[in-house]
């Protein structure tokens, strides 16, 4: 088992920045692929991006490439999500996912491949 709990959401101007954390325990972390998604009001869940178990891997949608950057610590069982230049439309629930595989992050972007999901965090960006 994996429980994975996310931190960092607030409300930020447009251009602004934020640093997502998710925070697991009940395993160590480095054997698990990770993901970053979000759902905004009546639309459906979107992947965002994906680190595989090491780190050496990293995939990104392409709404957020450029902008964001996932990255993990796996000693301190942590993945974060670095949120560069947002947009409006960034506007979502944001839930970090787990999955135990080593497989690379380029298999990790669909929802159904995990397991584990955090509660989610509210990052709201204002105009």
């Known amino acids: 088992q994996l429980h994975l709990v996310e931190s960092g959401g607030g409300l930020v101007q447009a251009g602004g920045s934020l640093r997502l954390s998710c925070a697991a325990s009940g395993n160590p972390l480095g054997v698990y692929g990770l993901g970053w998604f979000r759902q905004a009001p009546g639309k459906e869940r979107e992947f965002i991006a994906s680190?595989?178990?090491?780190?050496?891997?990293?995939s990104y949608a392409d709404s957020v490439k450029g902008r964001f950057t996932i990255s993990r610590d796996n000693a301190k069982n942590e993945v974060f999500l670095q949120m560069n230049r947002l947009k409006p439309e960034d506007t979502a629930v944001y839930y970090c996912?787990?999955?135990?595989?080593?497989?690379?992050?380029?298999?990790?972007?669909?929802?159904?491949?995990?397991?584990?999901w955090g509660q989610g965090t509210q990052v709201t960006v204002s105009s």
């Open positions: 996912a787990g999955k135990l595989t080593l497989i690379d992050s380029l298999f990790l972007t669909s929802a159904t491949k995990y397991d584990y």
């Open positions: 680190i595989n178990h090491s780190g050496s891997s990293t």
